[in-house]
């Protein structure tokens, strides 16, 4: 208080200790530093190795940059840019392969990208022309059969497994057996289609009905999950409104719960016939191998794109290089349409995602 001797002591104003910050350009630098020491450290260690650079390169980088970090920036900056750092590297680790595999595809294949190969079938074809139309079209009729098979099945089970089951115990084995059937190798489903037909129409049955009901084997337990969990997050509070105004139990799940999820249901269905429009295995078994155009998926073996490169890649004829370049096409051909079912799935899911303005 004034004037009466007690007056509270000053406050003493508080003393911020801030730290520095490294410049834009700083961790640049200390990448291309890094770069240069693990080259010469790899080139005095008896020859220059590509991926020993590399690991030294990233391993002295991070080092380097959480050293200087800390002594500029402090810890926890430091341990920010060290984790920036192992999350980076980690995230182009995983995309070498794949940057890899998709160079090496389109390089490999792009010599024998012409009309020709759209055009043509192997019959009569003993080295160099042909193409794989038989292929593309047995690879198309397959797939929609498959598809036509699956996805009614897979629908309709994850809409009882949602709506009707309540957790029974059959919904109990259900969801069991679609989560094993998920898990299965592509092979055994090509084994138990063979099997199922072989014991009507005799040992080496080899039609393309046969490759879409392997094919449906692996593609229901795909399209049973991802609508399932389209189906579970629909919120309780629309189909009990719907309830309350009188609507039927069906005509509320036709109505209101599917079309809600409709963009999700079409991305998950999209997605499982790119995962297996590109199998092999099964399809060696049960379709067979065809050189001509066969339409007819109920008579007579037929051919898909991942059969016609697989065969032309390990039983080549003369010259070699002739089918070697037909395999490459036939994998890059493949490989596009496999991306843009990726890319239909990814404009479904924004077509039909809700509006939430």
């Given at each position: 208080?004034?004037?009466?001797g007690?007056?509270?002591?000053?406050?003493?104003?508080?003393?911020?200790?801030?730290?520095?910050?490294?410049?834009?350009?700083?961790?640049?630098?200390i990448?291309?530093?890094?770069?240069?020491?693990?080259?010469?450290?790899?080139?005095?260690?008896?020859?220059?190795?590509?991926?020993?650079?590399?690991?030294?390169?990233?391993?002295?980088?991070?080092g380097?940059?959480?050293?200087?970090?800390?002594?500029?920036?402090?810890?926890?900056?430091?341990?920010?840019?060290?984790?920036?750092?192992?999350?980076?590297?980690?995230?182009?680790?995983?995309?070498?392969?794949?940057?890899?595999v998709?160079?090496?595809?389109?390089?490999?294949?792009?010599?024998?990208?012409?009309?020709?190969?759209?055009?043509?079938?192997?019959?009569?074809?003993?080295?160099?022309?042909?193409?794989?139309?038989?292929?593309?079209?047995?690879?198309?009729?397959?797939?929609?059969?498959?598809?036509?098979?699956?996805?009614?099945?897979?629908?309709?089970?994850?809409?009882?497994?949602?709506?009707?089951?309540n957790?029974?115990?059959?919904?109990?084995?259900i969801?069991?057996?679609?989560?094993?059937?998920?898990?299965?190798?592509?092979?055994?489903?090509?084994?138990?289609?063979?099997?199922?037909?072989?014991?009507?129409?005799?040992?080496?049955?080899?039609?393309?009905?046969?490759?879409?009901?392997?094919?449906?084997?692996?593609?229901?337990?795909?399209?049973v999950?991802?609508?399932?969990?389209?189906?579970?997050?629909?919120?309780?509070?629309?189909?009990?409104?719907?309830?309350?105004?009188?609507?039927?139990?069906?005509?509320?799940?036709?109505?209101?719960?599917?079309?809600?999820?409709?963009?999700?249901?079409?991305?998950?269905?999209?997605?499982?016939?790119?995962?297996?429009?590109?199998?092999?295995?099964?399809?060696?078994?049960?379709?067979?191998?065809?050189?001509?155009?066969?339409?007819?998926?109920?008579?007579?073996?037929m051919?898909?794109?991942?059969?016609?490169s697989?065969?032309?890649?390990?039983?080549?004829?003369?010259?070699?290089?002739?089918?070697?370049?037909?395999?490459?096409?036939?994998?890059?051909?493949?490989?596009?349409?496999?991306?843009?079912?990726?890319?239909?799935?990814?404009v479904?899911?924004?077509?039909?995602?809700?509006?939430?303005?």
């Amino acid at each position: 208080m004034t004037g009466t001797g007690l007056e509270a002591p000053a406050a003493t104003p508080t003393v911020l200790r801030t730290r520095g910050s490294l410049p834009p350009w700083a961790p640049w630098g200390i990448l291309l530093a890094a770069v240069a020491v693990a080259a010469g450290i790899t080139a005095l260690a008896g020859g220059f190795n590509v991926g020993l650079w590399v690991f030294l390169s990233v391993v002295i980088f991070a080092g380097a940059t959480y050293t200087v970090s800390r002594v500029v920036e402090g810890a926890r900056r430091a341990a920010d840019r060290l984790v920036t750092v192992v999350v980076t590297s980690a995230f182009l680790i995983a995309m070498l392969p794949l940057v890899s595999v998709l160079y090496t595809v389109v390089s490999q294949g792009w010599a024998r990208l012409d009309a020709t190969f759209f055009t043509n079938s192997m019959r009569g074809i003993v080295g160099v022309g042909g193409g794989a139309l038989h292929a593309i079209q047995g690879t198309l009729i397959i797939t929609a059969l498959a598809a036509a098979m699956s996805i009614p099945i897979g629908l309709l089970t994850a809409i009882y497994l949602v709506e009707y089951a309540n957790n029974s115990r059959l919904a109990r084995a259900i969801t069991f057996f679609v989560d094993v059937m998920t898990g299965i190798p592509s092979i055994v489903a090509g084994l138990f289609a063979y099997a199922l037909f072989a014991l009507v129409l005799g040992p080496g049955v080899r039609l393309g009905f046969v490759g879409a009901v392997a094919l449906t084997v692996l593609m229901v337990p795909i399209v049973v999950r991802s609508t399932e969990e389209m189906l579970k997050i629909v919120p309780n509070e629309l189909r009990e409104a719907s309830y309350a105004l009188g609507v039927a139990k069906w005509r509320t799940i036709v109505k209101i719960v599917i079309p809600t999820t409709a963009g999700g249901i079409a991305t998950g269905i999209t997605l499982a016939v790119a995962r297996v429009i590109g199998e092999t295995a099964p399809l060696l078994i049960t379709t067979g191998y065809a050189l001509g155009v066969n339409l007819n998926p109920f008579s007579g073996p037929m051919t898909t794109l991942p059969v016609f490169s697989y065969y032309s890649y390990a039983v080549p004829g003369i010259p070699r290089e002739a089918f070697l370049d037909r395999a490459w096409t036939a994998a890059l051909i493949l490989m596009a349409i496999v991306m843009v079912l990726n890319i239909v799935a990814r404009v479904i899911s924004r077509l039909f995602a809700p509006k939430t303005r």
